[in-house]
């Protein structure tokens, strides 16, 4: 026979629908699983990158360092922490889609239906025997049992509490047990950085989930008054929080995805655990644009070293200042390319800083200043009268 919940069939054995038959009646509870497409506002069909998109101003939104202090702020980044765990995940989506909160047991209750559908061509249930799930092929003489959304109990169904659970454990505990190890799963940390922190490299301190423990709110159960236990989604563990430091590279790029090995989600039945991987956002800087790995910024010249040459002073994230020799009648846009003074390259080597020459003309004048200033553009005035009178005499 079947047990059909909102995502799975299950198989079961007539011997097995004979015990549940004669046991105790079952008291039948719907359990409430969080929907992680709801959690991070998104619809069942949608996208990966509209998943990304949705995981990373969400988890931006309540991130602790954003909200210090706000346990509904660090309750909803764990939420949408789970929730894109399962859902950028192809494989685990599809589980998730199929069986819901059951979905880390998917290769268990599929390897269960396999044997119980072996066993029922060994037991002559087909054609037409008494086999599990009716009758295959429209031959009379199946049985065949269904659940619907209002009373499947999965706790009684997977161990828990009365019925056939109070058999042998549970109905399905057999599937439940651990038949191997399974790794754990990856998880995403959102990190900002200053372009100054990108240019030398930063440390981090962030919180992780690594082991697993009993659950303290449920006290390991998985269950709080009937219903799966919010913590641990009625595993009856938790995994609790470490304090780790991470290393993010000299010359990272905004929104690079570096990976730490090992410190993602914890392992089943002794299996590895997952990955980290951190999404690095590098912010902007008031004097420095960034481009590639080469850096921009704007070099201040006074009006009469533009004019007659001298020596500018070009500002470096490095925080030096190197001195740069200006040539004579330099404009105010023109562009000097100091090489290997940009970005660290992650490769290897740095990219070139480029400084654009910024006119400067002094604040206030003094009259002797001014005088001067009136002597240079009679001159240049003067200069062009008799530049223009030459030409008109050239052409008479």
Not at 30 to 40: E, G, K, M, S
Not at 125 to 153: L, N, R, V, W
Not at 308 to 325: H, I, S, Y
């Amino acid at each position: 026979m079947s047990v059909l919940t909102e995502h799975a069939s299950i198989d079961m054995s007539r011997a097995d629908a004979d015990t549940l038959h004669k046991s105790t009646p079952l008291r039948y509870h719907f359990l409430v699983a969080t929907n992680y497409y709801d959690i991070l506002s998104v619809k069942k069909g949608s996208s990966e990158k509209e998943i990304r998109s949705a995981y990373r101003r969400l988890a931006r939104q309540f991130h602790p360092d954003v909200n210090p202090g706000n346990p509904d702020a660090e309750r909803r980044f764990k939420e949408v922490n789970a929730a894109n765990e399962v859902l950028s995940d192809a494989d685990k989506r599809k589980k998730y889609d199929k069986y819901g909160d059951q979905w880390e047991h998917a290769d268990q209750i599929e390897e269960h239906q396999r044997r119980q559908q072996a066993n029922a061509y060994g037991r002559g249930g087909y054609p037409g025997g008494q086999g599990f799930g009716g009758a295959p092929g429209g031959q009379p003489g199946g049985a065949s049992f269904s659940f619907g959304a209002e009373g499947a109990d999965l706790g009684d169904l997977f161990g828990g509490r009365g019925g056939a659970g109070a058999a042998g454990g549970g109905f399905f505990d057999s599937i439940l047990r651990g038949r191997g190890r399974s790794r754990g799963q990856d998880v995403e940390q959102p990190v900002s950085v200053s372009l100054a922190e990108a240019y030398s490299g930063a440390t981090r301190t962030i919180e992780i989930r690594e082991g697993e423990e009993r659950c303290m709110v449920c006290g390991g159960t998985g269950q709080i008054a009937g219903a799966a236990c919010h913590a641990c989604r009625g595993s009856g563990t938790a995994a609790p929080l470490r304090r780790i430091q991470v290393t993010i590279p000299a010359g990272v790029h905004d929104g690079a995805r570096i990976r730490v090995s090992g410190r993602g989600g914890p392992g089943a039945n002794g299996g590895a655990a997952g990955d980290l991987y951190l999404l690095v956002t590098v912010g902007g800087d008031e004097r420095f644009q960034r481009r590639g790995d080469d850096l921009h910024v704007d070099m201040d010249v006074p009006v009469a070293d533009a004019a007659l040459g001298g020596e500018a002073k070009v500002p470096t994230l490095k925080g030096k200042t190197l001195a740069l020799r200006i040539p004579a009648n330099t404009q105010g846009g023109n562009v000097f390319r100091l090489a290997g003074q940009g970005m660290p390259i992650t490769s290897g080597g740095f990219g070139d800083l480029y400084a654009t020459v910024r006119l400067v003309l002094p604040a206030e004048l003094t009259e002797a200043q001014r005088a001067l200033f009136e002597q240079l553009r009679a001159s240049i005035d003067g200069a062009g009268a008799d530049t223009e009178a030459s030409a008109a005499g050239g052409g008479a």
